[in-house]
Structures are given as structure tokens and as C-alpha cells.
């Protein structure tokens, strides 16, 4: 089969503007973008969304810019709106035990609802309880019981008074407490220097006197504290029968306002019971009191803080269920946090700085979250495996030793949570979660694969005409037309190097339509056009090809040794790709080789200066291989080869300039001269067949860079495999260069049609050819078969001597 010509063409997929059945993407937008080439992606995201079993977690896997984010954000959105509200998430001060804060289900709306009606029911109890505790017939009955009491008291510091006057002692009250001194007959207080001067008899009756005294007033005591005690529980009591009415209430005014049944209601029903007896036991802070009023109003703010309701999540104003992107996946962001106020060198909190995370907030929703930002917290990522074992988020706070000062610390309630979990990673990420974490992994189950590319059809470029519309009422910028359209699609078709395929990386095509739209805007345009479109290329290649431009300038001033015109042997010029990861391009090297007789076989010199990767040695060997299949007949062969790239020194990968090393190794062989101005480029596998290999329009294009600075004469061009025809995807100056006769571009099927475009003569072999057959003389291969032949004789000659 001879080398073929291809057509101007065929190195381009050039689409018709008017296939699109639109004058410009603004009559577009009425349409809701698609997944645009996903529909297997979207299948598995609608299976997962829809499983309400455990461990049915969606993990997404794609490139950056596939729309992974997006696309399944959309989605879920849209399945939540068909889902219920789920309910408020409340913590309450625990009576019990206030350093573990209950939770409290509410329905939503109601949690906000709940802490409306405490509130206002702690404003009630400041204006009424003073009230009902100053009206006239609680002071006339709590009159008659401290008048009872006084009366009875009274009686007794009568008697004990009397007692005192028998013995010289007089006897009154000073700040709450009882005091005597010593008198005289006419009854006036003795000062020290006068009970000194009694003498020692009537000092000694003073002495007992004050004993029995002493004991008389123990008693006393003994007497009128139970009696104070009842006092005191009678007035309790009393403000207790009171207050309670209006309690009981208000109680009934909360319970009444939130008839709907809930899950929690014994435990709200536990916690208003218990609010109403703390407010029993805490009467006397309601009254105001003398000398003491700033101690008693913290003490009154203080309680009634303890009714207040800590609305952690609040669903009043959601309409379906919760659709949350986390992209800080920290601790205290996932799971909650507590927050603290340092008062006096200590760092004091209670249930309301409880905080809720983002897995509370998504309760009975879509929680989003990439794993690549959940790695970078291994204490996230450990609390998340637990979570996925029990479904249930417990707020930890730091340890003690991890905050600057003392603490007060809460552990809150555990609560259980029902939320769907989409977790989106590169594939690379993925399998190696499967193979170093399978207990994670088994949790996602339902795996969502986003394609790199697609089928391009009429469908597809439809719905990446509507993508476009959407992104260009997203930026406010003008509006592309139809063949503005074709030229972005031919890119993606570009960016994937594949005429029947597009790229699914709409990231970069979003980039490309608002780099054309400031194009079209500095042109003073009001719609874009393919100028503008290629302008946006232009000034893309422009900022990244820098180095592109400083190896071609190389070749273009001797530095790299790059032949352009007439023939040579031993030697031709490959092809390589350079990936700098955000702009690849391609570059030409010379690919040479050195033949003579020997044992050694085809040594490749990268390889043994490990300069070469795996992929590039398999090649090597592989050549190595078919050289034997060739040349079976004369075996075995007494041969020494080496290869090279000349003037590479960051090391080769890859093993697509294994047919250019065989060609050179042929043409060293035969002494057959190769054609220099038309550059090589396939992998040839052990049949002499050419296989098809990657950044083919990066090669070409900077195989024609290279040769259009040195001035096109029509000698230039190309070979590729055959099998690369629908990679093409050719810049439209190369195309015009075909078509005027400047460069060709020749497609091989196998190495006879290689080697005989770039000799120039018969090869002498097709892949159908039987092995064991001699080549014809007059043919390259029948020229290298004579030199083997040669080799091996001369090796016989050194050997006998």
C-alpha cells in the first residue's frame, strides 16, 4: 500500500455554521443546559440521589473542568426540591448535667418558633412575677406569716432578755446577730477598766453569769430557726402558689403553639417542666433587694439564660431539602464547633455557642465535598470513617492542652444524621481510596464516572451551543453566533485530538468563550465572530509558547542540529512532545544511528545511561524484535547498533519514535540516504505495522514551525500512522500551506511505506510478506540484508583468528 497524500480536508474537522440551526446562542437560552455527553454520568447521579438505603454514597470522578462540581450541584438541587423540609436543630441547657447540652428536634420553622416564645416568656416573668409578689394580697398573707413568726420570736428574746437583766447583762440585736454587755446597779454598760476593779468573787459570778447566758441564747437559737425555717417555706410556698398560675400558663401557651406532633415532644415537654421548677426555685431573684441589686440582676440574667434556645439549624425559610457545598472540610466546618468568651483569665461557654457543622445543616439533604480537600485533615477524614460506620455527629471540642487558657468544656448531645454524601475526586484519587481504604470506599457505592470526552453529534454540539448561551448571560457578555459556535467546537474537538469526539472540559471552553467575548468587546463588536474566537486562541498561544519559541529559535540558529533539505544516512528526524502541563507543544529531534559488525545487538544509549523511561525501552526492544523477524534468514545476526537522540538531555519517554529509529537503523544498514525535510512520527510494533500515537497535531504543527521559518519550498512534510487520520485537527495556516503545495502531510500504514517515501526507492517488504523470503537486491532492505550478511562474515574471520 503506498504512502498516502492526505487531502487539505482531512486535516481538519471544519463544521458548517449552518448545521446549528441558530443565527447566534441568545435564542438558546430558554433551554436548560444538559449534561452535555454525560448520560451515563447522570444515570449513575439519578440512581445514587434516589437510593435511600445506607452506603449508597455518590463518589464522582472526573478531570478538573468536566463540570463534575456543577453538573451534580445542579442535580441535586433539583432532586431536593421534591423532598421534604427537614426539621430545626435546637440545643437546650441540660438541667442535669449542664456541660452536656441536649439536642431537640423541631419541625421546621418551629425551632425558631420555640426560641420566640421563650423569649417572651422570660420577658413575662420579669414584669409579672414582681408584680403578683407586690399585689395587696400577697403582702397582706405574707404579712400574717412574718407577723406569726415575729410574735412567736418576740416572746422568746422576751425571756431571754429578762434572763439577761437577772444576771446584769443587757441584751440587743446588732446586724442580725445578738450582743451583751455587762452593767451596773443603776443598770449603765461597765467599760473594761470598771470590771477590772470588781473584785475577784464578783468577777467569778460574772464569769458563770455569762456562761449561763451564753447557753440561754444557744438555746434561743435552737428555738427560732426551725421557726424561721418554717417562715421562710411558708412564704415560698406562698410565692410558689402565686406564680405557678401564671406559669402553668404560659407553659400551656408554648405547648399550645406547637400542637405539632414531633419526634422529641416528650423531651420538650421534660425540658418546659423543668424550666418551670427552676423558676420556682428561683423566686427571690425576681424581687428586688436592697444593698444587693446589681448581684441580684446578674444572678436573674444568669437563670434566664439558661431558658433561651440555641437554634443550631434553622429551616423556616428552606422550601425541599438542604443542598450544601463544603469546600472547607476542616473539623469544626464538617462537624460543629463550640465557641468560648474568656472571662477572667478562663475560657468560659454554655449550650447557646454550640454551633452546628455543615453534616448537621444537611440533615434529611445533599451534603458535597471534595476529597482532595477532606485528605489534607487527617482528623477530619478519620471522624468522617466514623461517621459513615454509625451515622451519628458528636461535637468534640480541642483538647484541654490545645487551648490557651482553662476552659469550661461541653460535650453535646450526639445526634443522628441522614444526609446523602457526594464525594467528587480525579480518578487517580479514587482507586487508590479503593485500594488503600475499602471500609471508606464501601460506603460509595454508587460510583459516578465523568467521560474526558464524547461522541460529537448534532445532539452534542446543540447542547454545547446552550452551555454557551447560559455562560454568556452568566458573564453579561455578548452572544456568539453560529459560526463563532463552529470554531469553539472545532477547539474541543481540538483539545482531544479527535474529529468524532469533543472535549468535555467545558472549564476551558468557558474560559475560551469569555476570552473571545474581550476580543469581540475590544473590537467595538456586539456579537461574537470566529475572528474574535481566533484571536482568544491566539493570545492564549501567545502567552504560554514562550518556550516553544526559544527551542525553535535554537534550530533556527544551529544550535539544535536539525536537517532540513537533501538526504542523509543514518539519521532522520523525529517527532516529540513537550507537556508543560497548561500548554503542550511539539519539537523535532534528530534521531541518528551507527551500524557495524559485532554481538552486541541494537543498544539504545539513553537506556544505558538511564536516561529513558519504561515505555520508550519496551519500544526499543520491541524494534529489536522485528529487526530479528526481518532478517530471520540470516541468522543469527552478527550486529552492533546504537541509536540516539541527539541533543537531549532531560531524559525521553514514550515510544513513538520507534518507527524513526528503525529507519535510521535501516538507512545506517543499507547506506541508503533518507529524505531530512519530512519528519517521522508512529510506534511500529512487531509486524512492521505503525500504531497510531498521541499529541499528533502538537507534533505536526511544530514539525511545520520549524521548516515555515526556514522557508517552505514544497520538499517539507510529515509521516504519520495511517491510523491517525481522525486525530487530525490541524491549525488553519498548516491547512493553507497543503493546499497551496508548500507542506504535505503522508500517512504510512507500515514500514515498506515508510521506508519508501524516505528513500525514495522500493523497500523490498510489506507486513504480508512470509518471513524467511530474501529481499530483493535492487530494494533498501535487500542493501541491509547484503551488510548483515557482510557483518557476520567478518565476525567468522575474527573469530578463526
Excluded at 228 to 250: G, I
Excluded at 315 to 322: C, W
Excluded at 492 to 518: K, N, P, Y
Amino acid at each position: 500500500m503506498p504512502c498516502q497524500a492526505l487531502e487539505p480536508h482531512q486535516l481538519r474537522l471544519q463544521i458548517d455554521p449552518t448545521t446549528l440551526a441558530f443565527a447566534d446562542t441568545s435564542e438558546l437560552l430558554s433551554q436548560p443546559v444538559p449534561w452535555i455527553g454525560q448520560a451515563r454520568a447522570e444515570q449513575a447521579a439519578r440512581f445514587g440521589l434516589a437510593m435511600d438505603q445506607p452506603d449508597y454514597h455518590l463518589f464522582v470522578l472526573g478531570e478538573v473542568g468536566s463540570g463534575r462540581s456543577s453538573l451534580l450541584a445542579q442535580l441535586a438541587r433539583e432532586v431536593a426540591t421534591d423532598r421534604p423540609v427537614p426539621p430545626d436543630l435546637c440545643y437546650l441547657h441540660n438541667f442535669d448535667a449542664p456541660e452536656r447540652p441536649r439536642a431537640l428536634r423541631m419541625p421546621p420553622g418551629q425551632g425558631r418558633e420555640l426560641r420566640q416564645l421563650m423569649q417572651r416568656l422570660c420577658r413575662t416573668l420579669e414584669q409579672e412575677i414582681p408584680q403578683r409578689l407586690d399585689a395587696d394580697d400577697f403582702k397582706s398573707e405574707s404579712d400574717r406569716i412574718e407577723a406569726t413568726f415575729k410574735s412567736e420570736e418576740s416572746r422568746a428574746f422576751s425571756e431571754l432578755e429578762a434572763f439577761a437583766e437577772q444576771r446584769r447583762f443587757r441584751l440587743y440585736r446588732e446586724s442580725g446577730h445578738l450582743v451583751f454587755t455587762l452593767v451596773d446597779a443603776d443598770g449603765k454598760a461597765m467599760t473594761a477598766d470598771e470590771a477590772r476593779t470588781l473584785s475577784r468573787e464578783r468577777r467569778t459570778e460574772m464569769d458563770l453569769a455569762e456562761q449561763e447566758l451564753r447557753n440561754e441564747i444557744t438555746g434561743f437559737l435552737e428555738k427560732t430557726r426551725p421557726m424561721a425555717r418554717v417562715m421562710q417555706e411558708a412564704l415560698n410556698a406562698l410565692r410558689r402558689q402565686v406564680v405557678k398560675p401564671l406559669l402553668d400558663h404560659e407553659m400551656q401557651e408554648i405547648r399550645s403553639k406547637l400542637r405539632k406532633q414531633i419526634k422529641d415532644t416528650v423531651k420538650l415537654n421534660q425540658h418546659l417542666d423543668q424550666v418551670q421548677h427552676d423558676v420556682l426555685d428561683h423566686l427571690e431573684l425576681f424581687l428586688p433587694q436592697e444593698g444587693s441589686e446589681p448581684d441580684r440582676q446578674l444572678a436573674l440574667s444568669e437563670l434566664l439564660s439558661r431558658y433561651q434556645v440555641n437554634v443550631a439549624v434553622d429551616n423556616a425559610a428552606r422550601e425541599g431539602a438542604p443542598v450544601l457545598v463544603e469546600d472547607n472540610p476542616v473539623v469544626h466546618a464538617l462537624f460543629g464547633s463550640v465557641d468560648y468568651r474568656a472571662e477572667e483569665d478562663v475560657l468560659m461557654t454554655d449550650f447557646s455557642r454550640v454551633r452546628a457543622g455543615s453534616l448537621l445543616r444537611a440533615h434529611g439533604g445533599i451534603l458535597l465535598l471534595h476529597l482532595r480537600d477532606l485528605l489534607a485533615d487527617p482528623l477530619a477524614w478519620e471522624k468522617l470513617r466514623r461517621f459513615l460506620r454509625h451515622g451519628r455527629v458528636e461535637i468534640e471540642e480541642p483538647a484541654a492542652a490545645q487551648l490557651p487558657m482553662p476552659a469550661v468544656t461541653l460535650r453535646p448531645q450526639p445526634v443522628d444524621v441522614d444526609v446523602k454524601l457526594i464525594l467528587i475526586g480525579t480518578p487517580e484519587l479514587y482507586y487508590a481510596l479503593q485500594e488503600e481504604d475499602p471500609e471508606f470506599a464501601r460506603h460509595f457505592r454508587a460510583k459516578v464516572d465523568f467521560a474526558d470526552s464524547f461522541a460529537a453529534d448534532a445532539e452534542s454540539r446543540q447542547a454545547a451551543a446552550i452551555f454557551v448561551a447560559h455562560t454568556c448571560r452568566k458573564f453579561g457578555i455578548p452572544h456568539f453566533s453560529a459560526s463563532a459556535m463552529a470554531a469553539l467546537l472545532e477547539d474541543a474537538h481540538r483539545e482531544v485530538d479527535d474529529q468524532t469526539r469533543q472535549s468535555a472540559r467545558f472549564a476551558r471552553t468557558e474560559a475560551l468563550v469569555v476570552e473571545s467575548a474581550a476580543a469581540c468587546r475590544g473590537r467595538g463588536g456586539k456579537r461574537v465572530e470566529p475572528i474574535d474566537v481566533d484571536a482568544a486562541l491566539e493570545g492564549r498561544r501567545l502567552r504560554h509558547d514562550h518556550p516553544a519559541q526559544r527551542l525553535r529559535e535554537g534550530i533556527r540558529l544551529g544550535d539544535r542540529l536539525i536537517s532540513l533539505q537533501g538526504a542523509g544516512v543514518g539519521q532522520v528526524n523525529g517527532l516529540t512532545q513537550i507537556d508543560l502541563g497548561d500548554w503542550r507543544f511539539g519539537l523535532p529531534v534528530r534521531v541518528s544511528a551507527r551500524t557495524h559488525a559485532g554481538h552486541d545487538g541494537v543498544v539504545a544509549i539513553e537506556r544505558e545511561v538511564a536516561m529513558s523511561g519504561p515505555i520508550h525501552d519496551k519500544g526499543v526492544l520491541i524494534l529489536q524484535g522485528l529487526l530479528g523477524a526481518l532478517f530471520s534468514h540470516v541468522a543469527p545476526l552478527a550486529l552492533t547498533a546504537s541509536i540516539v537522540f541527539e541533543q537531549e538531555y532531560q531524559g525521553i519517554e514514550g515510544d513513538s519514535a520507534s518507527c524513526a529509529e528503525l529507519l535510521a537503523l535501516l538507512s545506517s544498514l543499507a547506506g541508503t540516504p533518507l529524505v531530512q525535510g519530512i519528519a517521522v512520527t508512529g510506534a511500529i510494533n512487531q509486524h512492521g505495522e505503525i500504531m497510531p500515537v498521541g499529541g499528533i497535531n502538537e507534533k505536526i504543527e511544530g514539525w511545520f514551525e520549524v521548516c515555515h521559518a526556514a522557508g517552505l519550498d514544497g520538499s517539507h512534510g510529515v509521516l504519520i500512522p495511517s491510523r491517525n487520520l481522525r486525530h487530525l485537527m490541524l491549525n488553519r495556516r498548516l491547512v493553507q500551506a497543503v493546499e497551496q503545495g508548500l507542506f504535505q502531510v503522508h500517512a504510512a500504514h507500515d514500514l515498506g511505506d515508510a521506508l519508501s517515501l524516505l528513500s525514495g526507492q522500493a523497500a523490498g517488504w510489506t507486513h504480508t510478506q512470509p518471513p524467511g523470503v530474501p529481499f530483493p537486491t535492487d530494494s533498501v532492505l535487500g542493501r541491509a540484508e547484503q551488510t548483515l550478511k557482510a557483518y557476520r562474515r567478518a565476525c567468522r574471520k575474527a573469530w578463526r583468528r
